[in-house]
């Protein structure tokens, strides 16, 4: 067999992620995820062009996943990115997500997921790239009429509610190592 000097491999996974994009671009149109949709988005938060608060990339090296559900504000699909404000510990938090640091997009309403091959850039490189840091929103958006505002919003991500209102301590408590958590628990009943 000859090889693929038309580099098949590479347009389906382009392809594929312009299925997220439209998908994302379907949200923002209709204002809100329709039905009982909602996308988990797994990406690496090293990639070059992300933007996410230094915590988060700290707490999430590697990579982090987030939950287009309930909970998000400024949700944005550009050509190369999209960008959303999300809650961390009741905290908003801003990032920018190019569509190529996407790792998995899964939409469990209907069983529909995608897996991504890491892009050809990062195959082979020890480190990726340093963080950029995101902007922080002044406020808390208000989730009232119709505007930059999203009815329906995005839920947390593995982020626990922090038992008083002070601010979240950078600081891991002693106790703190990987623990799992279920998706399930962040859905209404």
Do not use: C
Not at 58 to 63: G, H
Not at 80 to 104: M, N, S, W
Request: charge should be negative; hydrophobic fraction near 35%; aromatic fraction near 8%.
């Amino acid at each position: 067999m000859s090889s693929d000097l038309m580099n098949y491999e590479q347009m389906t996974q382009l392809a594929l992620r312009g299925v997220v994009r439209d998908a994302i671009r379907r949200v923002i149109r209709e204002d809100g995820l329709p039905g009982a949709h909602h996308f988990y988005i797994t990406f690496l938060t090293r990639y070059p062009g992300v933007e996410v608060d230094e915590g988060l990339a700290r707490k999430y090296p590697d990579e982090v996943t987030i939950v287009l559900e309930h909970q998000y504000w400024d949700l944005n699909a550009y050509d190369t990115e999209f960008e959303v404000t999300l809650k961390f510990g009741g905290i908003p938090k801003y990032l920018k997500v190019p569509y190529h640091a996407i790792t998995r997009f899964h939409d469990p309403s209907v069983g529909f997921a995608l897996q991504f091959d890491p892009p050809a850039e990062l195959e082979g490189s020890e480190s990726i790239a340093q963080i950029t840091p995101a902007k922080t929103p002044a406020t808390a958006p208000k989730a009232t009429g119709l505007g930059a505002v999203a009815k329906k919003t995005v839920s947390k991500v593995k982020a626990k509610k922090p038992k008083d209102e002070t601010p979240e301590d950078d600081t891991p408590p002693e106790d703190s190592g990987p623990k799992v958590v279920s998706l399930d628990s962040f859905r209404k009943k």
